[in-house]
Structure formats: structure tokens, C-alpha cells
């Protein structure tokens, strides 16, 4: 029972830090503003807005007390500490973007992953530096299951926000429950099978500091997004369900500053 407690505890946890629904191939919170993206975005039912904005108020206050200030004192730590934690964290995801590569048809971007990975992890030192690049293989965008299975045409269901973990939708849910039945190899090399060379805590460790690492990144864009939303539920909401879409159509276009006319532009969806 304590296992699974502190399974349960360390995945909430990471997960809320992760936020990773704004993040691009870097980390960082991109603004869209396609205009397909949008009204499909708005297509999607909020089923349960009215307990939504009440764990979405209870997820913000722990952001506040406590996951805000956890970022904001690794921001302490010398930048080359950071950067290659950053790039061992990237190299890392890619045992699960590789095989959403080759279930969305992506097969030129597998390949490219998949180099990419076998030379951070052998002349990178596991992914701390990032050799790849410097030979020409650029880093490309993440994918996951709930991205493939919107690939596959599945649609998005109910949007609703859960406690902790943070906004989701139906399909997405489903394509994270994956990542636990086998979809996710460094899951199944460190929980589901005992190995001599990885424990359960180093799997735990490596997402409670992925969301770390990104909660820090993105301080200041998330503080924008607060001070110029109208309704901050309503353009988290917004921004959550319209980055879903981009990263399913494989759009690249972003808004390179973040200004109060591009939150209004959300707010007023």
C-alpha cells in the first residue's frame, strides 16, 4: 500500500508541474493563433465547467504555495546544470515520441529520433549533451498517444480539469493510460520490470524533475497569462485545447512575443 501510494503521489505531482500541454520541442509556451486551430479548439464541450473552475481554483492556489516557489529555487542552480538536465529530459521522451512517430506515418521523423537518441545516450553521456545537433540532426517536437489517437481521428470528448493533474480532455486521458500498459519504455524498464540497472524511484525522480525544469522555464509566461486574462480559466482552457490541435496537425507557427493583445485575442474566443 505504501508503494502505490507513493506511485500515486509522485505522478500527481509531476504531472501538475508538467503542464505539458504548452510545451513545444524546448519547453517553452508557444502562442497560436491560427484561425482553424481556434474554432476547432471551441468546437470542443466544456461538459463540467462549473466543478472545472473549482479544481482549476484549487490546482492554481498549490501552484502557488508550493510548486512556484520549487521552480523558482532551481532557477538558482548554475545554468550548465540546468541545460543538461533539460537535454537528458528531451532525450528521454523520445521512447515514446519515436513509436507515435511510426503510428502517425512519420517515418522520416522516427528516424531522425531515433539516431538522435542512440548518439545522446552513447556520445552524450545519457542525453546531457546534446551531439545530435551539433551533427545536423535538429530536435524535433514531441509526440504522445493522445496526439496519435487525434491523428486516427478520435475525438477530443469532454474537456475537464482534475484535481492536481490539471486540464485534459477524454482522448488525451485515454492516450496517457498508454504510456502505463506498455507505451512507455522507460515506465516499463524501471516500474513494470525489476532490472539490476534502474529502480522505481528513478523513473518517479526523472518526472518529478521534468516538471520541475519546465515549471521554471515558463515562470514569466505563465505570470503574463495571469495578469492579462480576463478569465484565466477561460484562456488556459483555451490555450490547452488550441495546442492540442497544433501539435495533432503538425503546425509550427508561433507568435514570437507574448503582448496583451495576443491574451485579449484569447479571451475574447
Do not use: H
Not at 11 to 17: A, M, N, R
Amino acid at each position: 500500500m505504501k508503494k502505490i501510494l507513493t506511485v500515486l503521489t509522485i505522478l500527481i505531482l509531476s504531472q501538475f508541474l508538467t503542464f505539458k500541454v504548452f510545451a513545444g520541442s524546448d519547453g517553452a509556451v508557444d502562442i497560436k493563433s491560427k484561425n482553424k486551430v481556434v474554432e476547432q479548439a471551441s468546437e470542443v464541450k466544456d461538459c463540467f465547467e462549473t466543478v472545472n473552475r473549482g479544481i482549476f481554483a484549487f490546482n492554481q492556489g498549490l501552484d502557488k504555495i508550493f510548486f512556484k516557489p520549487v521552480a523558482k529555487g532551481y532557477r538558482y542552480l548554475p545554468k550548465p546544470i540546468r541545460s543538461g538536465t533539460s537535454n537528458a529530459l528531451n532525450n528521454l521522451s523520445n521512447v515514446v515520441t519515436i513509436p507515435n512517430n511510426v503510428l502517425q506515418g512519420q517515418f522520416k521523423e522516427a528516424g531522425i529520433n531515433t539516431l538522435r537518441f542512440s548518439i545522446n545516450t552513447t556520445l552524450g553521456i545519457a542525453g546531457i549533451f546534446d551531439v545530435a545537433s551539433y551533427y545536423g540532426l535538429k530536435k524535433l517536437d514531441k509526440e504522445d498517444y493522445g496526439q496519435t489517437l487525434g491523428t486516427w481521428g478520435v475525438k477530443e470528448g469532454c474537456y475537464f480539469v482534475l484535481p492536481v493533474l490539471g486540464p485534459t480532455t477524454v482522448r488525451d486521458s485515454l492516450g496517457s493510460m498508454v504510456n502505463f500498459t506498455g507505451g512507455d519504455a522507460w515506465y516499463n524498464v524501471t516500474i513494470s520490470n525489476d532490472t539490476q540497472y534502474f529502480e522505481n524511484s528513478d523513473y518517479y525522480y526523472s518526472r518529478l524533475t521534468a516538471g520541475v525544469d519546465f515549471r521554471a522555464k515558463n515562470l514569466e509566461a505563465f505570470d503574463s497569462l495571469e495578469k492579462n486574462s480576463l478569465d484565466l480559466y477561460a484562456s488556459v482552457r483555451s490555450l490547452y485545447l488550441q495546442d492540442r490541435q497544433r501539435k495533432i496537425q503538425n503546425l509550427d507557427e508561433t507568435t514570437e512575443t507574448m503582448n496583451d493583445d495576443d491574451w485579449e485575442e484569447i479571451d475574447t474566443q
